[in-house]
C-alpha cells in the first residue's frame, strides 16, 4: 500500500526558509521509473507543481520558483525534503507531496497535504 | 512562459455529457505533452482520472474517458453524475522535466 505523507511547521514568518518533509511508504525512493513532486495549493485556488526528484537524484523545479526551492532525498528515511526561501504571505497554501511516474510524467498517489501559512 | 488554459466553469445536467479541455496559450497540445487529469472535492487532494492522454488510472469508471480534440487534450464525462460535482485538473509536461498545471474547471452538475 502507497502512502505519503507531509510534516512541517503551519506557521512561517515572512522571510524565513520553510522546510517540508514528504515520509513514504509501500515504495523505496531507489524505484526506478518513480519519483516525488512538491505541489501546491493557495486556499481557493489552483494546484501548482514545484518540483520533483527521482530515483537516479535528477531534479526539476518550476520555472517561477526556481531560485527559491531545493529538493532532496533520503533513501534510507524514505524521505523527500523540500526547502523554499524567503517565504512570503503569498506562499500561504497547502502544500502537497505525490508520487510521480518517470516516463509518464503523472501523479498516481498523493499526500493528504499540509497548510502552511506565512504570517507575521 | 506558456499556459495552460482550461475553462473555468461548466455545467451539465445529470446523466448528460460534458467535455473538457486543455490547451495551451501558444501551440497545441499533442500526445507528447503526456496529459493527465485531476479531479479534486473541497478539502481532499486530488484523485488521478487519466493520464497519458487516455488511460484511466485504477478504480476509475469508464464513463471517464481522455483525448486529444483538435489542438486540445480533453475529458469527457459520460453520464455525468452528482458526485461528479468537483474541480477538475488537467496537467502537461513541457519537457525538462518540467510540468505545469491547468488553472481547473469547476464542474456544476444540475
Known amino acids: 500500500q502507497v502512502t505519503l505523507k507531509e510534516s512541517g511547521p503551519v506557521l512561517v514568518k515572512p522571510t524565513e526558509t520553510l522546510t517540508l518533509t514528504c515520509t513514504v511508504s509501500g515504495f523505496s525512493l531507489s524505484n526506478a521509473r518513480m519519483g516525488v513532486s512538491w505541489i501546491r495549493q493557495p486556499p481557493g485556488k489552483a494546484l501548482e507543481w514545484l518540483a520533483h526528484?527521482?530515483?537516479?537524484?535528477?531534479?526539476s523545479y518550476s520555472t517561477s520558483l526556481k531560485s527559491r526551492l531545493t529538493i532532496s532525498k533520503d533513501t534510507s528515511k524514505s524521505q523527500v525534503v523540500l526547502t523554499m526561501t524567503n517565504m512570503d504571505p503569498v506562499d500561504t497554501a497547502t502544500y502537497y507531496c505525490a508520487r510521480i511516474s518517470e516516463w509518464k510524467y503523472y501523479f498516481d498517489y498523493w499526500g493528504q497535504g499540509t497548510l502552511v501559512t506565512v504570517s507575521s | 512562459q506558456t499556459v495552460v488554459t482550461q475553462e473555468p466553469s461548466f455545467s451539465v445536467s445529470p446523466g448528460g455529457t460534458v467535455t473538457l479541455t486543455c490547451g495551451l496559450s501558444s501551440g497545441s497540445v499533442s500526445t507528447s505533452y503526456f496529459p493527465s487529469w485531476y479531479q479534486q472535492t473541497p478539502g481532499q487532494p486530488p484523485r488521478t482520472l487519466i493520464y497519458?492522454?487516455?488511460t484511466r488510472s485504477s478504480g476509475v469508471p469508464d464513463r471517464f474517458s481522455g483525448s486529444i480534440l483538435g489542438n486540445k487534450a480533453a475529458l469527457t464525462i459520460t453520464g455525468a453524475q452528482a458526485d461528479d460535482e468537483s474541480d477538475y485538473y488537467c496537467v502537461l509536461y513541457m519537457g525538462s522535466g518540467i510540468l505545469v498545471f491547468g488553472g481547473g474547471t469547476k464542474l456544476t452538475v444540475l
Open positions: 526528484i527521482f530515483s537516479n537524484d535528477e531534479k
Open positions: 497519458s492522454t487516455n
